[in-house]
């Protein structure tokens, strides 16, 4: 159980004059299993803040806590070993490694793991079963649709059965009906448990989560 | 999925930079094999002819300009208008300190003549003491006694004869007793023939134009013998044939040493190539770092993939330069070496000592971009789409 806690993180890009402050005193407490849609204006510090939770962008102040993981007091490589257990990423842009097949795709989060091919094959089949793509396996990225590309990212994403999903406009690319497909997957892995936290610019998408947290220029209201 | 799957798959993927960093290598490490082999198949040459050349020590008439090549060392240009050497003067060698050491004098009568219209050397010798001077000789036939001839093998290929036919030099019949089989020097274009015929065939009694003497030992003092011998031949240029063989060792030192050279320069240049490739090649791929890294990879993930892929092609660059370098100097060495014998033969070590040198120039030029790589803050590698 993974319970999220933000103590006054602020995060600024730059210096002097061309300093940003793309995060401004956060707090809040995101609980084991929540569905949060995070919603506010472009470039108002969402993908910031999502950074941020996910470990990847130490915060200029303040503090995150997972559990009772102080997650920016870890050295650079322990925060990397976290990433890889506790959080799985979804990108607004796929991300999908290009010279990869599909499965491969998924089983990245696995190559740093021990563990035989096989096994790892499974798991990403697994996966790619989840979210109805087993049978295009071994094709290449560039070889599906966009809205399948999402669907591989997701699968990637929870692979590794990551207790936390951060998912940064993962409908920003998509027609209506297929990124109504991505919020329904998303929503089966929320009834598994898995806390999601959701970049949206769609006010639809997000009366599907709990919970909505909303930026304005860096502040969380 | 692994690490080396990732690598893998890059590689097969961007064939035109990894093609790239294996040209950098591979003609680094092939020039450095062929420079290396190449040496190392001279120098195993001249000592072949430091171990087949029974003699040791060369008498000479001083002249001024006199040049002579021999035994298939270069001693100089060829001139056998030569003076000559009063033959009974060589008794005096038989009186100096070291003369226990001295196996064999053979005295020797070199001149033109024309035997039909081929113009051929003819040496007058002493056949005994020929039997320890030239050991390897080996005789299709006998060696004649009193009269008679032995022809070298391209002598006898030349004028078409062979044992048991005769020819005719100044009017007298010469028998030929046997035919050398080929030795790879000057031996093989020159009629041998006893020294007092030939010395009454060319109306030269009792003159001869230079002598050969074996020394009986290895490690005898030959700079002193040489000096004794000087001393008691004071008309005579009496020089030691190792000396001239390693003077010739000496140059191929020097040539060594330029290889080392040209070698650390090529590798040099091969490292350049590898290190700007494989820059560009992390610069492109910083959004997939950046990936990796957020899907939990450690930075010494990153590293490994990274050094993974300048490993395998670095390998691939080795085992090809090796096989380069060897064939080239296979295909070179006769234009390097004199004589038959220059072998190249398969050398393990050198075989090993190419691919790890490929491998360490690889993976050092990769170290760098591979440490760069893995300081890429991820998330500012995610924005860079
Ligand atoms: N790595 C960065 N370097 C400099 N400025 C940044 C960086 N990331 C974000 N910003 C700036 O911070 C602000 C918030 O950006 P971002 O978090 O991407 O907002 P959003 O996702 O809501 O559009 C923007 O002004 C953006 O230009
Ligand atoms: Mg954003």
């Known amino acids: 159980m993974k319970r999220i806690q933000g103590d006054n993180i602020a995060k600024h890009y730059g210096k002097g004059e061309a300093m940003v402050f793309a995060v401004k005193e956060a707090t809040f407490t995101i609980e084991a299993g929540e569905f949060v849609a995070v919603m506010g204006e472009s470039g108002s510090g969402k993908s910031t803040l999502l950074s941020i939770l996910g470990g990847l962008n130490s915060p200029t102040s303040g503090k995150l806590m997972i559990d009772d993981i102080d997650v920016y007091a870890l050295g650079q490589e322990e925060r990397a070993d976290f990433r890889r257990e506790s959080i799985g990423f979804v990108f607004q842009n796929f991300n999908l490694i290009p010279y990869l097949t599909l499965a491969e795709n998924v089983m990245l989060p696995m190559a740093t793991l021990k563990g035989s091919r096989k096994r790892k094959r499974d798991a990403a089949l697994h996966a790619l079963n989840m979210v109805g793509l087993s049978e295009k396996a071994e094709r290449l990225p560039s070889q599906i649709s966009g809205g399948e590309q999402e669907r591989v990212a997701i699968a990637r994403a929870i692979v590794n059965e990551p207790p936390i999903i951060l998912a940064d406009e993962p409908t920003g690319n998509l027609d209506s009906k297929t990124g109504k497909d991505i919020m329904g997957l998303l929503g089966a892995l929320n009834d598994y448990g898995t806390t999601i936290i959701m970049v949206t610019h769609n006010p639809e998408y997000a009366e599907d989560a709990q919970r909505v947290l909303r930026v304005s220029d860096g502040v969380l209201k | 999925m692994t690490l ?123 056949f005994q003491a020929f039997q320890m001077l030239r050991p390897w000789w080996s005789v299709k036939g006998a060696l004649p006694d009193e009269e008679g001839a032995l022809l070298g093998a391209d002598a006898a290929r030349i004028l078409g004869l062979t044992t048991g036919n005769s020819f005719k030099v100044n009017n007298k019949e010469i028998r030929i007793t046997g035919v050398l089989e080929t030795t790879g020097s000057q031996d093989d274009g020159i009629i041998f023939a006893p020294l007092a015929m030939t010395q009454e065939l060319l109306g030269k009694k009792g003159r001869i134009s230079m002598a050969e003497v074996a020394a009986l030992c290895t490690g005898c003092p030959i700079p002193e013998m040489v000096q004794q011998i000087s001393d008691v031949l004071p008309g005579a240029n009496v020089m030691a044939i190792q000396q001239v063989v390693k003077g010739r060792m000496e140059t191929l030192n020097q040539f060594e040493k330029f290889s080392y050279g040209v070698s650390a320069l090529v590798l040099l240049v091969g490292s350049l190539m590898v290190l700007v490739t494989m820059m560009g090649s992390v610069r492109e791929r910083t959004v997939e770092i950046g990936i990796f890294r957020a899907m939990g990879f450690r930075k010494s993930h990153i590293i490994q993939i990274i050094l993974l892929e300048a490993a395998i092609i670095s390998g691939i660059a080795g085992i090809l330069g090796y096989l380069a370098g060897f064939s080239g100097t296979k295909l070179l060495i006769p234009f390097f070496a004199e004589g038959h014998g220059a072998m190249v033969p398969f050398n393990p070590v050198m075989a090993a000592a190419a691919f790890l040198l490929a491998i360490f120039v690889g993976l050092g030029s990769s170290a760098y971009p591979a440490f760069m790589a893995s300081r890429l803050d991820p998330n500012e590698a995610l924005r860079a789409l």
């Not at chain 2, 961007?14 to 094999?33: D, E, H």
């Not at chain 2, 008498?59 to 050497?85: A, C, D, H, R, W």
């Open chain 2, 4 to 126: 080396r799957d990732i690598a893998v798959s890059n590689l097969r993927r961007r064939k035109a930079k990894a093609l790239f960093v294996l040209a950098g290598l591979f003609i680094g490490v092939s020039t450095v094999v062929l420079l290396l082999s190449l040496v190392q198949a001279m120098k195993q040459n001249i000592n072949h002819k430091l171990e087949m050349y029974g003699a040791n020590i060369l008498i000479l008439p001083k002249t001024e300009n006199l040049s002579l090549t021999y035994g298939g060392l270069s001693l100089g240009g060829v001139s056998f208008e030569m003076q000559e050497i009063k033959e009974a003067e060589l008794d005096n060698i038989k009186n100096i300190k070291n003369a226990v050491n001295i196996a064999a004098v053979g005295p020797m009568l070199l001149s033109p003549i024309t035997v039909g219209d081929k113009r051929i050397l003819i040496a007058g010798v002493d």
